[in-house]
């Protein structure tokens, strides 16, 4: 049994997705015919924002150097050029003005060519404004008229029990519908992206849902479906999301940057436990402290401290350590977070400025052909890592390059292959020759630890 992607093969006609729903709705459907329950009103509202995506990616036979070979492909009586992949997908229109459309980063990743189809079967081709691999969210956009937008709801206000609504394009069947509840909130450890803070829901997702919509019961988007958990890719009621809140935050700074661009805290955590919270005095269980506060970073600056309490960030509650990071880490470089903090028994506000990750020089790096586009060199003495973590630093990385859709950046520390801890370049290289299937580099970026899985 495994954690897979809700991306699916496309093999014949494209159709459109759609449905949506606001958090906290009664459990109640609204009547439509003769006063009995039904969702048809809400559907019939926000069908139209629901899309189908194509993606037309080169096959995967085109960076195999045996193919390059002329004498290999005359052996094999193989083609001069590998046939395209084609595959399928979801989105959600979020603004019809702008022609914005919402959707998994593996949706698209590596696409020469994406085609959008609405619900009226128009179509149209796609320009990626950029994708973020840590939180599996991309952003496109289409030239279009008289397109419907989807309302956005809180995910936040969520909670265990409610009611939602699935809407994808399952196995390129068309447009589908499933229902279900909120099965679970913030899981994570799954490592299926970097920032993990899911919605677990048991309405049916399956292989083509990914990029679909995530809706309560009023008809607002809550998540963005992305993955399942099951024997063979199907469904078996466990199912995930990420939360709108999230995406939205994401959508803002790919919209601006074409990227998002995460800085520098400076404070390591860990979960606030009940013998914790005892040692502590306090009565609470939930929020993140605070371990260690790197010298002369924002959050010394700021006068954060060891054994500080965080509860709350930007007004919203913080349930511990990783929701922490996952909060820190969408916010743009240079503008501040608000903290809620639990100092000796009292609660204080702290304002920090997030910063800039220190920039790595002096080392020129190696290429590993695997991820080519970057290169990777040792901790040596002097670098901003050195001392904190081992493994191989990303001195370079050549925009939209293969390591550069993968989602390497500058300064990032690659500290474990498929959860094999490296020490070096030579160990580094060592382990992704061992590689046989998927690919998954743990790393370090400024305070927060993430997973990149490179297929």
Same mark, same amino acid.
């Given at each position: 049994m495994g954690i897979r992607r809700a991306s699916g093969a496309l093999i014949a006609g494209l159709i459109a997705i759609s449905s949506l729903a606001p958090a906290g709705a009664a459990a109640q459907a609204p009547p439509n015919r003769n006063g009995l329950p039904s969702l048809a009103p809400v559907l019939k509202e926000v069908t139209p924002a629901v899309v189908n995506i194509a993606v037309i990616s080169p096959s995967p036979l085109e960076s195999n150097p045996l193919y390059q070979d002329p004498f290999f492909r005359r052996f094999f009586n193989l083609p001069e050029k590998p046939r395209p992949q084609i595959s399928a997908g979801s989105g959600v229109i979020v603004d019809a003005d702008k022609g914005h459309v919402l959707t998994n980063h593996h949706v698209v990743k590596d696409a020469t060519q994406i085609i959008v189809t609405l619900k009226d079967r128009r179509q149209f081709e796609a320009k990626l404004i950029g994708s973020d691999p840590g939180t599996d969210i991309a952003v496109l956009k289409i030239e279009a008229?008289?397109?419907?937008?989807?309302?956005? =709801?809180?995910s936040d206000s969520l909670e265990v029990g409610d009611h939602v609504l699935a809407i994808g394009n399952p196995f390129g069947l068309g447009q589908t519908v499933t229902s279900g509840i909120v099965s679970a909130l913030g899981r994570s450890g799954l490592d299926i992206e970097g920032y993990e803070d899911f919605i677990q829901t048991d309405a049916s997702i399956n292989p083509g849902n990914s990029g +679909? !919509?995530?809706?309560?019961? =009023?008809?607002?988007?809550?998540? $963005?479906?992305?993955?399942?958990i099951g024997p063979a890719g199907g469904n078996v009621g466990i199912g995930f999301a990420v939360p709108i809140n999230m995406a939205q935050a994401v959508m803002g700074q790919i919209i601006r940057f074409g990227e998002v661009r995460r800085g520098l805290l400076g404070v390591e955590t860990q979960d606030l436990t009940p013998d914790l919270a005892e040692s502590l005095g306090l009565s609470?269980?939930? +929020?993140? @402290? $605070? @371990? +260690? &506060?790197? *010298?002369?970073s924002p959050a010394a600056k700021a006068g954060l401290k060891v054994r500080d309490v965080v509860v709350g960030a930007n007004g919203r509650r913080v349930r511990g350590s990783g929701d922490l990071r996952?909060? &820190? =880490?969408?916010? /743009? $470089?240079?503008?501040?977070?608000? %903290?809620q903090v639990l100092r000796g028994g009292r609660t204080?506000?702290?304002?920090?400025?997030?910063?800039? /990750? /220190?920039? @790595?020089? +002096?080392?020129v790096g190696q290429r590993v052909p695997v991820?080519?586009?970057?290169? %990777? !060199?040792? $901790?040596? *003495? =002097?670098m901003p890592a050195h001392g904190r973590v081992e493994g191989v630093v990303v001195t370079r990385v050549e925009r939209g390059s293969p390591a550069y859709r993968a989602g390497l950046r500058p300064g990032d520390v690659v500290y474990a292959v498929n959860r094999q801890k490296i020490r070096s370049v030579q160990d580094f290289t060592q382990a992704l020759s061992a590689v046989t299937g998927r690919l998954a580099l743990s790393l370090l970026r400024g305070d927060t630890r993430l997973t990149l899985l490179i297929t």
């Open positions: 008229k008289k397109l419907k937008a989807i309302r956005l =709801g809180d +679909g !919509a995530l809706v309560d019961h =009023g008809g607002s988007l809550v998540g $963005i479906n992305t993955a399942i609470q269980t939930e +929020g993140a @402290v $605070i @371990v +260690g &506060v790197e *010298p002369k996952n909060k &820190v =880490g969408l916010v /743009p $470089i240079g503008e501040s977070v608000e %903290f204080m506000t702290i304002r920090a400025v997030v910063g800039e /990750p /220190p920039a @790595v020089s +002096g080392a991820l080519a586009g970057a290169t %990777f !060199a040792d $901790i040596e *003495p =002097g």
